[in-house]
C-alpha cells in the first residue's frame, strides 16, 4: 500500500532511481551517491515531499537495495518504494503499478535532480491541473549548437530559440501516462517522448536553474556549491 503525505493532495510523484550512474564513477548507485554528505535521493524526496500538492511518493529502487532505501527514508517522508526495472522506463512503469489509485495527476522525477525546488513541483502539478495532459519545466538553450556527423564534420548550426532543455519532475494526466505506458515499443529517454509517441500534446513551463541534472562529477561539484550557497543565504 503507498504511504500518503498530505491527504488532500491529488499528486502522486514517482522516482525512477534504480540506475547504476556509470558516469559518476564507480560506486553505489547513482541515487545513493553522496551529496555534501546526503544521498541524492534523500534531497530529492525531501523537496518533493515538501510540496502541498503531493499526496504519495514512490520511489522505484535498485533491488538489491530496497531494504537499505527504505530504511534511508524512513525519517524523511512516508514514501512506497518498490523493486525498479534494467532501464528508466520500466521502472517508471513499476511506481506507476504501486501508485495509490487516487491521484490523477500523475508527475516524475530524476532522483539526480536532488536541488529541484518544491514550487516547481507545484508549478507542474498545477499546469496539469488547469487543463494540460502533459506538461514538462524547460530552461532555453544558451549555448550555439551545431549539427555534427559521426566522423566530426559540422553538418549546420541549429536555431537555438526555438530549443528548449527539459527538466524534471515532467507532469501527466494519470490515464494519459498510463496509455503511453501500455502502448510503448521504443526506449525514450523520459516519459513526454512517450506520450508525444501517442499524439499527445506537451506543455512547456518555465524550469529551474536548481533542477539541474547530476550525472558527472562536475555536476556534484556544482550541485554542492548551489546547495551551500542556498543554506548561507536562507
Avoid: W
Amino acid at each position: 500500500m503507498a504511504a500518503h503525505l498530505n491527504p488532500r493532495g491529488d499528486v502522486a510523484v514517482l522516482i525512477p532511481a534504480a540506475g547504476a550512474g556509470v558516469r559518476l564513477g564507480p560506486g553505489v548507485p547513482k541515487a545513493l551517491r553522496l551529496l555534501d554528505g546526503v544521498p541524492l535521493l534523500v534531497h530529492a524526496v525531501r523537496r518533493v515531499a515538501a510540496a502541498p500538492s503531493v499526496r504519495a511518493i514512490v520511489v522505484a529502487a535498485p533491488a538489491a537495495e530496497l531494504a537499505v532505501v527504505r530504511e534511508m527514508l524512513a525519517d524523511v517522508a512516508p514514501v512506497t518504494v518498490v523493486p525498479g526495472g534494467a532501464t528508466r522506463q520500466e521502472s517508471v512503469a513499476a511506481a506507476l503499478r504501486a501508485a495509490p489509485p487516487d491521484p490523477e495527476i500523475i508527475l516524475v522525477h530524476d532522483a539526480a535532480r536532488a536541488l529541484t525546488p518544491p514550487e516547481l513541483v507545484e508549478s507542474v502539478a498545477a499546469a496539469v491541473r488547469d487543463g494540460a495532459d502533459a506538461v514538462i519545466p524547460v530552461l532555453p538553450v544558451v549555448d550555439t549548437i551545431k549539427e555534427v556527423a559521426a566522423d566530426g564534420r559540422v553538418l549546420r548550426t541549429v536555431d537555438r530559440s526555438a530549443l528548449r532543455a527539459v527538466q524534471t519532475p515532467q507532469g501527466f494526466r494519470r490515464a494519459v501516462l498510463a496509455a503511453a505506458h501500455a502502448a510503448a515499443v521504443d526506449a525514450h529517454t523520459d516519459d513526454a517522448g512517450l506520450v508525444e509517441q501517442q499524439g499527445v500534446e506537451v506543455r512547456c513551463v518555465p524550469g529551474s536553474e536548481y533542477a539541474l541534472k547530476i550525472t558527472r562529477p562536475f555536476d556534484l561539484a556544482l550541485a554542492e556549491f548551489l546547495l551551500r550557497a542556498a543554506e548561507g543565504s536562507g
